[in-house]
């Protein structure tokens, strides 16, 4: 049962543009949502997160947009550098659960 | 910057042999978690912690795992009698609160043979 989807196994985006990696959610008891970002043999990386109560959070290059009647959320990257390619992971939990992993999206952004 | 740490970050062991994870959580967290991700899979849920018990688990979390947290600074992951199937990354994370941001450590990788 995949409560967290992210449906885009990659991405590929020119060094400076925009990167926008999608995440749907089909449980709709989460209200904290985040992004982590993982290299190859190391742990996730938290990266931003955002609460039910907001529809939008911005840290730096990072923005992540909360669309609850959607149940969807958005990471965007501006600018996008080389130093982004990893893996990200949408992850979801509800008031003391478990976070909830996607099976994440591969960035890869081009010099 | 408070870390999350892990030993060992390989292990290679025989299947049917009993593995231990150690993790060091981060100092003033009280929720500690274990997932695991095998090669080229999302990262899955196994079990948190909470007060020396047991919070939750998943149906991967069967009687073949424990976790221990042996004197108030390690908290250990047991794998009796391994599998091939165990082979993956094993991920100890801890947070301050429940549901609220979890911080990984970077990864014990198993390999059974």
């Known amino acids: 049962d995949q409560q967290v989807k992210q449906n885009s196994p990659s991405l590929s985006v020119q060094e400076g543009r925009i990167s926008i990696l999608n995440c749907d959610y089909t449980n709709s008891m989460f209200d904290y949502f985040l992004w982590y970002k993982k290299y190859p043999a190391e742990g996730p990386t938290f990266l931003i997160s955002i609460s039910s109560i907001k529809d939008k959070n911005e840290d730096g290059r990072f923005t992540v947009f909360l669309n609850k009647s959607a149940k969807h959320l958005s990471l965007h990257i501006v600018p996008s550098q080389p130093g982004d390619s990893a893996v990200y992971f949408c992850?979801?939990?509800?008031?003391?659960?478990?976070?909830?992993f996607g099976i994440g999206t591969k960035l890869q952004v081009i010099p | 910057e408070p870390e999350v740490t892990q030993t060992p970050s390989h292990q290679v062991t025989q299947m049917g042999q009993e593995v231990i994870l150690r993790c060091v959580p981060i100092?003033?967290?009280?929720?500690f978690y274990w997932y695991r991700q095998i090669l080229g899979q999302k990262v899955e849920f196994l079990v948190s912690?909470?007060?020396?018990?047991?919070?939750?688990k998943s149906e991967i979390f069967d009687d073949q795992f424990s976790v221990e947290r042996p004197d108030g600074s390690n908290f250990t992951l047991k794998i009796r009698s391994t599998k091939l199937e165990d082979s993956a990354m094993y991920f100890c994370a801890s947070s301050g609160d429940p549901g609220n941001t979890i911080y990984f450590g970077e990864g014990s990788w198993l390999t059974v043979v």
């Open positions: 992850a979801a939990s509800s008031s003391y659960q478990k976070v909830t």
């Open positions: 100092s003033n967290h009280l929720y």
């Open positions: 912690f909470y007060n020396n018990e047991i919070s939750e």
